[in-house]
């Protein structure tokens, strides 16, 4: 890893300090610290005050035991975490994430870039995500139901419209906020919409938000091709992942004249020359919850599965990792530079390694970091509060175009400020002090809390 300003070092060693063994955590802070070098020297003011050091602390973190009962009559015990991470520019807002892999330590990288994706928005929200160890994956409507349910009887304590507002991640999508909005609901006796987002349209949700981070990650690579004269008309498009945020990322690129001739899922990955069948992949994906090797059986000679191989090694010249942490590595990263591919853009969040970013960077293939890119769908998220607290609903097309503009904010005020940083293009670094200095200066201006 690059070697951090003398200040910024000290920082990072009481983070690794406080936060042993917490890798994916110690990755996301090092990588912001990594940018804010020329911050410091510029505004000692931030040091003075510890904005840095107060900002890599969540200001609380809940942990909680979740029993339920599965369909055998078994109880089974998962854990729940809300990790509420900075509220300088508003109520607590992120993700829920229920999946195996999910601990402390992965809710706090989530949550951390949570803070620096919200501010960039430009929308009133602060940071902060939770979730759980519990796979979703093979269980049953009533299970999935249950686990909600006893997860909420916990979780609504701590939450409100005006205090932290969870949405969904991996894992949970409309139906799971169905059930735990049904729990809130119950619980406090109160319909209060604004609790969370990605609610369904009749019960409080917003148009365009479930499609809002796969349309968002486009919108930002069509800034990009845009500001360099360019445009998706005749692009090859190859995205990790066949989830909700892969989905609708494929639905825009097709819309803007591009072709997506690959995605993937943790088997494998399929290769569609003639471009995907977005309502085949939706059918599978979505409705019938199957394996992704099913499109290949059932689309016919244009489609191949590869089985336990990385969707990177395909020939693309735009390539967005819509899957989770960590999936694409150094490797992976001079394989997609070598075979020509031009922008990269994380519709995850931190999918690509430290290393893949620096391999992107020396190879001069654009790269846009998730707390840019994969902004659209939390920005969305404030749009559904928005229309919460004013009990109006918007349409699509004006949804749509509020998306749009936003992304192309966050696009503009990523590139302005890596240019008045003295890196000019470089996104990363653009979306590090961007983010950065909107919560440093509430902070300051907040006093030492
Ligand atoms: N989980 C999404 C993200 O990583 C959305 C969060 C939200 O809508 O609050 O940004």
Redo the contacts with the bound molecule.
Sequence with gaps: MPILHEKLHEIYDEVLHRNAGETEFHQAVHEVLDSLGPVVAKHPDYTDAAVMRRLCEPERQIIFRVAWVDDAGQVQINRGFRVEFNSALGPY???L?FHPSVNLGIVKF?GF??TF?NSLTGMP?GGG?GGSDFDPKGRSDGEVMRFCQAFMTELYRHIGEHTD?????IGVGGREIGYLFGQYKRITNRFESGVL??KGIAWGGSQV?TEA?GFGVVFFVDEILRANADSFDGKKVVISGSGNVAIYAIEKVEKLGGTVIACSDSSGYIVDEAGIDLELLKEIKERRRERISCYADERGPSARFIEDSTVWEVPCDIALPCATQNELNGHDAAVLAKNGCTIVAEGA?MPCTPEAVRVFTEAGVVFAP?KAA??G??A??ALEMQQNASRDSWSFEHTEGRLAEIMRGVHDRSLATADEYGSPGNYVVGANIAGFIQVADAMLALGVI
Excluded at 165 to 169: E, F, I, N
């Design positions: 807002k992120g993700g994430r989530l870039e949570q994706k929200i995500k507002v969870p949405a969904g991640d987002t990605g938000r981070t969040n998730g994969n902004a769908g939390v969305t998220s």
